[in-house]
């Protein structure tokens, strides 16, 4: 803007309004591009589907949005996205998490331990863990009834929610070129006002 103030004032009123034009172009595109991939990470967490729920021992349909910790969902044995984190309870399934873990050989899922006096972790029980974004590429159980998994988290919460959130919120990085960068900005500036002031001076008694 400094510079555009100095040709203004010095009448090259051309030069002065094709910076600002084009600075104005270049916000908006950035800001425009910034507010569309912010969308789409937002919309790639939300997932619509309609869902298999036990309540009261029967059976209801209810949208994914609706879900909470602690719903006992009956799988598919259609290929399906998992819409939530969800422990296995019962049965097996065939997952690819790709999506995830980059890794595109399926891993197979197996019911958790029925085990009351171990408390359940994701990290030491992730064969029996179901996570949201992941793909289900086949689910049955040996005796013919239905796969049943209880959910454990939702949203933002779920492991693809954590992944956006990262991206959507970096944590500040502070690289010391930056910082060094911004010294030399200072110390650039303090060396070019004198000469600024001098300019300004035989400008003005022209």
Request: aromatic share 10%; net charge positive.
């Amino acid at each position: 803007m400094f510079i555009v103030v100095v040709w203004m004032i010095q009448v090259y009123y051309q030069f002065a309004l094709c910076i600002v034009f084009l600075s104005i172009i270049s916000i908006t595109a950035t800001v425009w591009e910034t507010r569309k991939q912010s969308k789409a990470l937002r919309d790639a967490v939300r997932t619509d589907a309609v869902v298999t729920v036990l309540r009261d021992g029967k059976e209801v349909q209810k949208p994914s949005e609706d879900l909470v910790p602690g719903d006992v969902i009956l799988l598919p044995q259609a290929q399906f996205t998992m819409v939530c984190d969800a422990v296995l309870l019962s049965g097996n399934c065939v997952v690819n998490e790709s999506m995830l873990t980059g890794e595109s050989t399926p891993i197979t899922k197996v019911p958790v331990a029925n085990d009351s006096n171990t408390k359940y972790d994701t990290s030491s029980n992730k064969r029996s863990t179901l996570f949201c974004g992941t793909q289900i590429l086949h689910s049955r159980n040996v005796d013919g009834s239905d796969v049943k998994a209880i959910v454990y988290r939702t949203g933002f919460s779920t492991a693809k929610g954590e992944l956006v959130r990262a991206i959507l919120f970096p944590k500040p990085v502070n690289f010391k070129l930056y910082t060094d960068l911004f010294k030399c900005m200072i110390i650039f500036f303090v060396l070019g006002i004198p000469p600024m002031i001098y300019t300004a001076v035989i400008w003005i008694n022209l």
